[in-house]
């Protein structure tokens, strides 16, 4: 998990853990071990999270990480699904009255190393003859606090975790803007070790059901009378009542069914950790159903 990003993954006074990417985890374990809390949590900075799952230290990563294909190729891993689609962006105070990153030639950007992030700003700032001067941190506690404490002019990092952290961070949200361009495409996704075909297929089929749950109406509250009732050929295969999907998998044939019952589909974990009614409050936006104008997109449970 992350060492703490509001809305995705973050642990409170009493160590209990929330947000997207900790739901994620809770559904694979639900699907794959019956209990949605079988899950140990080993918070990573961006430096340590890809040498953590290729040692075996960890069996997933799940930790706003963006498929490139670098990492997708060259680590020993395979990315299972995008979790959540973004892109990066600059946070500056509102008093420079900047409206577009463009208006930011010769400013100090924080900025943290070792993700994707570090990359992309010199390339847009190469490309855009902006001079941009980062200030590199290993971790993001130390990013954000020299961003806050006025050393930069500007931070940069996926818009979610702008949002988030000017969310958690800020004495007053307001004083902070998050600027209009995404300068990057950012998939988000969990991680497994590659040469686990079965786990790799589990974790992937988990996120795939989460989406299309959503897409056939199948709640967290109406999960357990959909599976007595639903005469709907999709939602009695998800769900096992007409087929065994969960063989397949190595899983039984309320594999489906556990997850979402843990968490709820993907639209009500997105609601409830990043979406309106929550803290963040974000837009759902391309993260919306594929059928709702969005590009989320799940191939079928069949």
């Known amino acids: 998990m992350n060492t703490g990003l509001a809305g995705f993954s973050a642990a409170d006074s009493e ?6 990417d900790v739901d994620i985890c809770r559904a694979i374990a639900a699907a794959m071990l019956g209990d949605a809390n079988k899950v140990k949590w080993v918070p990573l900075n961006a430096q340590q999270r890809f040498t953590a799952l290729q040692s075996g230290e960890i069996d997933i990563l799940s930790r706003n990480t963006t498929w490139t294909l670098t990492r997708d190729a060259s680590l020993g891993l395979n990315f299972t699904a995008t979790t959540y689609y973004d892109g990066q962006g600059f946070m500056i105070p509102t008093k420079l009255n900047v409206k577009s990153a463009k208006q930011l030639k010769g400013a100090t950007v924080c900025v943290q190393s070792g993700t994707t992030t570090e990359k992309n700003l010199t390339d847009y700032s190469r490309a855009n003859k902006l001079d941009l001067k ?8 130390a990013a954000t606090g020299a961003y806050f404490s006025g050393r930069c002019s500007a931070y940069t990092t996926d818009a979610s975790g702008l949002a988030s952290t000017r969310n958690k961070e800020a004495q007053n949200p307001k004083d902070h803007m998050i600027l209009p361009e995404l300068i990057s495409k950012e998939p988000l996704g969990p991680v497994v070790r590659r040469g686990d075909d079965e786990f790799f297929a589990i974790a992937k089929w988990v996120i795939f059901g989460l989406v299309e749950s959503e897409e056939y109406g199948i709640t967290q509250a109406n999960v357990e009378q959909l599976a007595k009732t639903s005469k709907d050929p999709v939602v009695m295969r998800i769900l ?6 969960g063989k397949l998998l190595g899983l039984d044939k309320d594999w489906m069914g ?6 709820g589909n993907y639209g009500e974990i997105f609601e409830r950790n990043v979406g309106p009614n929550s803290a963040l409050n974000l837009p759902r936006g391309v993260n ?9 997109y799940a191939p079928p449970v069949r």
């Open 15 to 20: 160590g209990k853990w929330s947000g997207l």
């Open 258 to 263: 556990r997850a979402i019952k843990a968490v």
């Open 240 to 245: 096992g009542t007409s087929e065994d999907t």
């Open 288 to 296: 919306a159903l594929w059928s709702e104008g969005g590009i989320m």
């Open 134 to 141: 980062p200030i590199v941190f290993e971790k993001l506690e």
